[in-house]
């Protein structure tokens, strides 16, 4: 006869006395058990034994191993970004294009409304582009005075080559012809929408000055702004940039008073072989220079 063995109701089913004989042992009702091997007890699952040893390895394995992993990881992303900053120009190739026809209406037809500064190489006009609402400044080259169309060529260069919050932003660059077949030059930048701060530091001689003056703390902060941009051209370039032309006149002022340094057309990169003729920087600057 069949005898109802005391097998327990989960866990794997015995191996030794009466549990050696598969038809002796009434093991019905018991479905938590487990058969320890395949041949055996075919009606009930095959147990899943789990090793200690293994569980134990794993749980010392996989921190340490993880750790690596994710370090790895770390170190690959910023290698990779390094590498990005280092190859990508600081103004993609993807700026905005603008003809010479969108510059003359923008601009007015060069009205003199718009104009706002005037110099030997080059006069600064405000203007709206049909296809964006906000306001420009647009640097026009005097191309017929001497040194204008190095001084164009220098300030690409600077634009291309650096960028900093306290320099002035440029939108795009435009190098065409004009109606007449003329060579023209042209940079337009952000516009700066209060002025210079030559215009507030000396409002009588400028007629659309503003009325108000600069607090102390509006003049330590333009101060601070001036500082940064300098340290950023001469101690975090490679090669150093020296402005050679930093004055009140070329300091402007955004919105929320915010100093940007600009006018880049005598800056020189300094080279980094002693004596070499880009290190010789004779008389520069305009009326106004700080030396």
Request: include cysteine.
């Amino acid at each position: 006869g069949r005898l109802n063995a005391a097998a327990p109701n989960r866990g794997p089913i015995p191996t030794g006395g009466i549990f050696q004989n598969h038809t002796a042992a009434i093991l019905d009702g018991k479905a938590g058990l487990c058969a320890s091997a395949p041949a055996t007890l075919h009606q009930f699952p095959v147990c899943t034994v789990k090793s200690k040893k293994k569980a134990l390895l794993l749980v010392k394995l996989i921190p340490p191993t993880a750790i690596a992993l994710i370090s790895f990881i770390c170190f690959v992303v910023t290698i990779l970004k390094r590498r990005q900053a280092q190859a990508a120009p600081c103004y993609k190739e993807t700026m905005k294009r603008v003809s010479y026809g969108d510059i003359v209406k923008a601009t007015n037809w060069f009205s003199p409304v718009n104009k706002i500064s005037s110099g030997r190489t080059g006069s600064i006009y405000i203007g709206r582009f049909q296809f964006n609402t906000d306001l420009v400044a647009v640097k026009l080259f005097h191309l017929e005075e001497n040194g204008a169309r190095d001084s164009f060529v220098t300030e690409c260069e600077v634009l291309r080559n650096t960028r900093h919050r306290n320099l002035v932003k440029a939108v795009t660059v435009c190098s065409t012809m004009d109606l007449e077949n003329n060579e023209f030059k042209a940079i337009v930048f952000d516009f700066m929408a209060n002025g210079s701060l030559d215009m507030w530091v000396h409002p009588k001689l400028h007629h659309n000055s503003p009325k108000r003056v600069l607090s102390l703390g509006q003049r330590l902060r333009i101060a601070m702004d001036v500082a940064l941009a300098l340290d950023y051209m001469h101690n975090q370039l490679t090669p150093p940039l020296v402005h050679c032309d930093l004055k009140p006149g070329n300091v402007l002022l955004d919105y929320d008073m915010t100093a940007r340094v600009g006018d880049f057309g005598s800056a020189r990169f300094l080279s980094s072989v002693p004596g070499s003729p880009e290190d010789l920087v004779g008389v520069e600057g305009t009326i106004g220079y700080i030396a």
